[in-house]
C-alpha cells in the first residue's frame, strides 16, 4: 500500500484536541464500520493505525 497516498488522507483531519470514544470510521469517506480494515502508517518516527471501509480499501489497493 502507498503510505504517502494514506498520509495525504490522513494530513486533511481536522484534529479534535478532545478525546473521542466512538465507532470505527473509515478514514477516507468517514462512514462508520463494524469491521474496518486497518493499516499501519510507520512514518516519522510514530506509528499510526488508520481504519478503512471495504470500498475505499479497494481504492487505495489500485
Ligand atoms: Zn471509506
Redesign the pocket.
Known sequence: MDQEKILGIVRKWKINPKPEYRGFR?A??Q?YMRKAWHVWLNKGGFKLEVH??K??FKEMNK
Request: charged residues 40%; contains cysteine.
Open positions: 473509515c477516507k469517506c462512514r478503512f471501509c470500498k475505499c
